[in-house]
C-alpha cells in the first residue's frame, strides 16, 4: 500500500491503538508517559509517535483543529491497519457544575459540523463503540478519578458559538463543546474501528468564559493539570483494550 499522503506513513509504520489529540504539541505529552518513544513522521498538522506504555504498544497521532483534518487522520491510520482510534483532547463546559479542569467522557456528539454530513444522514448517530467507553470509564475510576459521562457536541465554529446556541446546547443537557468527536466516531463506526473520547474542560461557555480568556496562555492551570491526568487515563484505556 502506498504511503499515506498526509500521515506519511504506510501499512507496518503505526500500532492498532492510537491515541489522537488534537494539538501536536500533546503528542509530545504523552509520549512523556510512555517508554520507548520514537518519532514516526511530522507533516502540517500531524505528528506521529509511536511508544510503549506498560507493555502495550500505541501510536500518537495529532489531528490539529477540526473536524475535517480530523477525518484525514482517522482515513489514513484506518488505511494503514488501525483499528482503534481514542480522543485525549480539551473541551467548553457547557453544564454550571462542570468546573475548569473536569474532565468529560463522552458517550456520543451532536454533528453540528459539516465533516461527518458528507459521509451519512445527520440523522445517523455519532457515537463511541461501547468498549472503549466502558474502559475509559473504567480506567477514571480504578485511578479514583471522577469523570462526568455524557453527550457532547462538536462544532465547527468556534468564534460563532452565539448565546443562543450555548443556551440551547445547555438545555439539551449536552455536556461539553469541542471540535472532533463527532467526525471521529462516526467515521471509526462507519470503517469499522472502535473510538472514544476523554476531553478535560478549559472553560465554561454557560459562565462566559474560554481557554485563553483570562491567561496569555491556551489553558488555564488547572486544565493543563488535569490534561496530563486525562492522559493517565487514556494510557490505562489502552491497557485494557
Not at 483499528?83 to 474532565?103: F, K, S
Not at 454530513?117 to 455519532?126: H, Q
Request: with cysteine; proline share 3%.
Amino acid at each position: 500500500m502506498a504511503k499515506q499522503p498526509h500521515l506519511l506513513v504506510e501499512e507496518g509504520d503505526v500500532h492498532d491503538i492510537a491515541l489522537i489529540p488534537g494539538n501536536p504539541d500533546r503528542v509530545d505529552r504523552i509520549a512523556d508517559q510512555c517508554d520507548d518513544a520514537e518519532l514516526v513522521s511530522e507533516n502540517r498538522e500531524y505528528r506521529i509517535v509511536n511508544a510503549e506504555y506498560e507493555g502495550c504498544e500505541l501510536t500518537i497521532c495529532s489531528t490539529g483543529i477540526g473536524c475535517p483534518s480530523a477525518a484525514i487522520a482517522v482515513e489514513e491510520l484506518h488505511s494503514v491497519g488501525v483499528d482503534t482510534v481514542i480522543r485525549v483532547g480539551t473541551c467548553g463546559a457547557l453544564q454550571t457544575d462542570i468546573e475548569i479542569g473536569d474532565m468529560v467522557v463522552a458517550t456520543g456528539a451532536a454533528k453540528e459540523e459539516g465533516t461527518s454530513k458528507r459521509y451519512e444522514s445527520e440523522t445517523y448517530p455519532a457515537v463511541p463503540d461501547y468498549e472503549t467507553l466502558t474502559a475509559l470509564v473504567d480506567s477514571a475510576e480504578a485511578r479514583d478519578e471522577t469523570v462526568q459521562v455524557g453527550p457532547i457536541v462538536s462544532d465547527d465554529a468556534f468564534y460563532n458559538e452565539s448565546d443562543a446556541y450555548v443556551e440551547d446546547w445547555e438545555e439539551a443537557g449536552l455536556l461539553a463543546i469541542e471540535m472532533e468527536a463527532a467526525a471521529v466516531f462516526s467515521l471509526a463506526r462507519r470503517r469499522g474501528m472502535r473510538a472514544g473520547a476523554i476531553c478535560t474542560a478549559d472553560g465554561n461557555l454557560v459562565e462566559g468564559t474560554q481557554k485563553g480568556a483570562d491567561s496569555d496562555e491556551e489553558l488555564p492551570e488547572k486544565a493543563k493539570n488535569n490534561v496530563g491526568r486525562a492522559i493517565s487515563i487514556a494510557l490505562d484505556t489502552v491497557t485494557r483494550l
